[in-house]
T-cell receptor, first 118, second 109 residues
Framework: GAVVSQHPSWVICKSGTSVKIECRSLDFQATTMFWYRQFPKQSLMLMATSNEGSKATYEQGVEKDKFLINHASLTLSTLTVTSAHPEDSSFYIC??????????????FGPGTRLTVL | SQKIEQNSEALNIQEGKTATLTCNYTNYSPAYLQWYRQDPGRGPVFLLLIRENEKEKRKERLKVTFDTTLKQSLFHITASQPADSATYLCALGDNDMRFGAGTRLTVKP
């Protein structure tokens, strides 16, 4: 149980194009979904938090117009990198959160998407 | 500003020994502290969670301690195996979870 998938697992695109990454919770409904970015040998950095049907909350320094997040249902969130540039090349990881009985928000992580912008 | 530091970028140990990884934090009072395993090119996999009112947690060969006075957590893997080789991340909080940079553990046969 608690499986999160991401699609695609890797993508290569030209500079200036837009790329959409999907995150799905396969066997549960997530109250919240999170998007992280990880550069080589660095920590996961939280980019944004989204709840189904409402606007995402972006972390400081993350451009909301560049990283569009749509959270259309309790099992699907998408991240669109608009007008991608080489510096956007990174490993993007989503997680789906479920509030446990102890009020702790447990996160289940997807396998990640490797984005390379040429 | 908040900081999460994992003591070393890499740790090499011999199979069968105990691996000890450290996570220190500043300007933070997390209610939860978690440890994850991450393999290359993969997302993190949850290992253990410890709450601020807990001193120690165990799961099979894993043990986590949490000292809120020292602002430190120790993560132990006993009887280590080559299959334990991975990067281990500590993370603080839940909704606004913040990760350390990780320690890359290599267990040599």
């Amino acid at each position: 149980g608690a499986v999160v998938s991401q699609h695609p697992s890797w993508v290569i695109c030209k500079s200036g194009t837009s790329v959409k990454i999907e995150c799905r919770s396969l066997d549960f409904q997530a109250t919240t979904m999170f998007w992280y970015r990880q550069f080589p040998k660095q920590s996961l950095m939280l980019m944004a938090t989204s709840n189904e049907g409402s606007k995402a909350t972006y972390e400081q320094g993350v451009e909301k117009d560049k990283f569009l997040i749509n959270h259309a249902s309790l099992t699907l969130s998408t991240l669109t990198v608009t007008s991608a540039h080489p510096e956007d090349s990174s490993f993007y990881i989503c997680s789906a959160g479920v509030v446990q009985t102890s009020s702790y928000n447990e996160q289940f992580f997807g396998p990640g998407t490797r984005l390379t912008v040429l | 500003s908040q900081k999460i530091e994992q003591n070393s970028e890499a740790l090499n140990i011999q199979e069968g020994k105990t691996a000890t990884l450290t996570c220190n934090y500043t300007n933070y009072s997390p209610a939860y502290l978690q440890w994850y395993r991450q393999d290359p090119g993969r997302g993190p996999v949850f290992l253990l969670l410890i709450r601020e009112n807990e001193k120690e947690k165990r799961k099979e060969r894993l043990k986590v301690t949490f000292d809120t006075t020292l602002k430190q957590s120790l993560f132990h893997i006993t009887a280590s195996q080559p299959a334990d080789s991975a990067t281990y991340l500590c993370a603080l909080g839940d909704n606004d979870m913040r990760f350390g940079a990780g320690t890359r553990l290599t267990v040599k046969p």
